[in-house]
């Protein structure tokens, strides 16, 4: 493993032993994993719709490329790009849109972070519904591909930083700060 990804699983880890959840690896095998995250927002659809664009808002800067989440964008239609600039001049596309119902579901296909450069794609669905005078969100992504020593060792450190962007984005959306209250 190159010193990159030794460096991001590591971050992965720490991720994972700071923000406790309940196990939401669905399913973890050699050729790939699927982790689950949902939350209970107190906010109506759209306006949890509109936080969800808006990546940079939320996402933690310890997770991107460049440390900043400012970087962020997501340009929200279908072909669309999840970007990060870098301070280089760089940019580095996270994933890409492939289906958008604004207020509903937004699925987007790419591998992020360290699984960039792994022989792998993924597949991300993020659900709204309206409940009990809120929004239930529900993030799935689903990774295949190929990897030596396969990919189900790395399904608990992306449900952590997956779980960890949940939490940051609630805690936006609900307090106005990304920062989740311990």
Known sequence: M????????????????????????SD?????????????????????????????RWWSPVHTFSKNSANLSLDAKAGGCWLETLPSGGSVCHL???????GKVL????????????GVEGAMTITLKPAG???????V????????????????????VLGEQVARLKALIETGSPAPKP
């Open 133 to 139: 005078g809120g929004t239930d969100l529900t993030l």
């Open 96 to 102: 890409i849109v492939k289906y958008i119902d604004p």
């Open 141 to 160: 992504y689903n990774v295949g591909g190929y990897l030596k020593d396969g990919l189900a060792s790395w399904a608990p450190a992306v449900d952590a």
């Open 2 to 25: 190159n010193r990159y990804l030794q460096i991001t699983a590591g971050l992965a880890i720490a991720t994972l032993l700071a923000f406790p959840c309940g196990a939401a690896v």
């Open 107 to 118: 699925i987007l296909r790419g591998a992020l972070g360290p699984l960039q450069g792994l």
């Open 28 to 56: 973890a095998a050699a050729n790939g994993f699927s982790v689950a995250e949902s939350a209970h927002i107190a906010a109506p659809p759209d306006k949890v719709y509109a936080a969800v664009i808006t990546p940079g």
